[in-house]
């Protein structure tokens, strides 16, 4: 069976960062938000046999009592 090669550059999230490494199947990137923020979505991604990864990344919202952006 073939598989693709890797699954390109994660997205880039707004108030957070993607950790960089492989981008080849099977493997997984990891998000986290900045200080300040949280999200409630999936924070690891997987590069699946499609050629793509396995969900969007994350959206860090501000928390309301440390962050003057709510």
Same mark, same amino acid.
């Given at each position: 069976?073939?598989?693709?090669?890797?699954?390109? $550059?994660?997205?880039?999230?707004?108030?957070? $960062?993607?950790?960089?490494?492989?981008?080849?199947?099977?493997?997984?990137?990891?998000?986290?938000?900045?200080?300040?923020?949280?999200?409630?979505?999936?924070?690891?991604? $997987?590069?699946?046999?499609?050629?793509?990864?396995?969900?969007?990344?994350?959206?860090?919202?501000?928390?309301?009592?440390?962050?003057?952006?709510?």
């Amino acid at each position: 069976m073939h598989y693709p090669s890797d699954c390109g $550059k994660p997205h880039d999230i707004n108030n957070g $960062k993607v950790t960089r490494g492989s981008w080849t199947f099977e493997s997984t990137v990891n998000y986290t938000c900045n200080n300040g923020y949280h999200t409630v979505d999936v924070t690891t991604l $997987k590069c699946n046999s499609s050629g793509l990864w396995n969900n969007n990344p994350p959206n860090c919202t501000g928390n309301c009592l440390t962050n003057i952006a709510c």
